[in-house]
């Protein structure tokens, strides 16, 4: 018997078939496609869905990081202290800028940025520290900030997995100077393309952010400064607005799912990564094994499929190799131990039994129990 397949994630429009088409139905009648009156609704219900006071929305969530560190005109000859685990797009980000990104280690159980080694790594140069609220789970703000005002840095959250989620009942993207958001098709929220968001309580911020991805310039054909074209379609903010109003019921029906998970994997030969924080939005459901590929291999003959996030640490990416000598020995551990099992708000709790049942039935060659921790 060929086993029911379960796929990681599956990003057909199905619920909301009917009103993503509405969305794009009325952009096209209307006929504004760029920077018009979805763009501008949407930015003010972005912002008051995450509690913030502005919205503004650009092309990609690592435009958003970028576009956040230039009009806080940090750039050549500064540093940016983020962490080893992550998209390699939050390092990108800063580069993007014209900074040099610094790495910093992971807290080995919760896997976001750890604070003892953001600390270790300020120096002269330091401008901002760049922490990302990994998996959906929320970095440890707590810690962070002191850090920052101690040493007089801004920090800028990469919020690109973690839409809606909260850092010790507040909501991230407020917590630092502003925050990041991605709308890519994966994403909690996900556009039918590429689009980001930055949030911020600042609005002088909000208004350089704004004319920097407009080309830098105040009035038609009058451009102040070198800035760049990164806008969000008129047709990815109607789509956005259609979703947006039900993210939060898709968020419950992610925790949920995760709850199902964590009871249900509670014997298997794998761990599952803590939540620390209540405010987690289960972007990604992730579990270590120190016999990964096998598990992996077992999972997909059982039709699972999985994704590994992330399998190199950021420094040990070809392209920042150069960019800090940062020994970062628990992202090199975890980079060798997560998988990422299905998890989306689509998935049936019977989807989540028959993972877990693959995952309990599986038995590591080495006779190793794989637990870490
Ligand atoms: C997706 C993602 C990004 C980049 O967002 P894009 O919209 O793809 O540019 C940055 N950081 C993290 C943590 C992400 O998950």
């Not at 009058?222 to 939060?248: C, F, K, M, T």
Request: glycine share 6%.
């Amino acid at each position: 018997m060929t086993p029911r397949r379960i796929p990681f994630l599956s990003l057909v429009p199905v619920e909301d078939r009917d009103a993503v088409n509405a969305a794009i139905d009325r952009v096209v009648s209307r006929g504004w496609f760029v920077l018009g009156p979805e763009v501008e609704a949407f930015e003010s219900e972005l912002a008051a869905a995450m509690g913030a006071a502005h919205g503004v929305g650009v092309g990609s969530g690592t435009d958003a990081l970028s576009l956040i560190l230039r009009a806080l005109d940090i750039g050549p000859g500064d540093e940016v202290i983020t962490t080893a685990l992550s998209a390699a797009y939050t390092a990108l980000a800063i580069v993007m800028a014209g900074a040099r990104p610094v790495f910093a280690d992971v807290d080995p159980a919760r896997l976001t940025i750890d604070p003892a080694s953001v600390e270790h790594a300020v120096g002269p140069r330091t401008r901002a520290i760049l922490p990302v609220h990994l998996y959906g789970q929320a970095a440890d703000m707590a810690a962070i900030q002191p850090i920052a005002d101690r040493h007089h840095l801004a920090v800028i959250e990469d919020c690109c997995q973690a839409h809606l989620a909260t850092a010790d009942g507040r909501p991230v993207g407020t917590i630092g100077v502003a925050g990041a958001f991605s709308f890519y098709p994966t994403k909690n929220l996900g556009a039918l393309g590429d689009g980001g968001a930055v949030v911020t309580n600042d609005p002088a911020l909000a208004d350089r952010i704004k004319r920097l991805r407009n080309g830098g310039q105040t009035d038609r054909y009058r451009h102040v400064e070198a800035g760049v074209n990164s806008r969000l379609d008129e047709i990815q903010a109607a789509i956005l607005r259609s979703r947006l109003p039900r993210l939060p019921a898709w968020t419950d029906r992610r925790r949920r799912l995760a709850a199902a998970y964590r009871a249900r994997l509670a014997d298997a030969p794998v761990h599952a990564i803590p939540e620390r924080d209540s405010g987690h939005v289960y972007h990604l459901f992730v579990v270590r094994s120190d016999a990964r590929s096998d598990l992996q291999a077992h999972l997909a003959a059982s039709g699972i499929e999985t994704l590994i996030h992330y399998p190199v640490p950021v420094p040990q990416q070809p392209a920042f190799r150069t960019a800090s000598p940062a020994d970062c020995p628990a992202a090199a551990r975890a980079c060798s131990e997560v998988i990422s099992l299905p998890l989306h708000p689509a998935m049936s709790t019977d989807d989540v039994n028959d993972v877990a049942a693959a995952l309990l039935a599986f038995r590591p060659a080495t006779g190793r129990t794989a637990c870490v921790r």
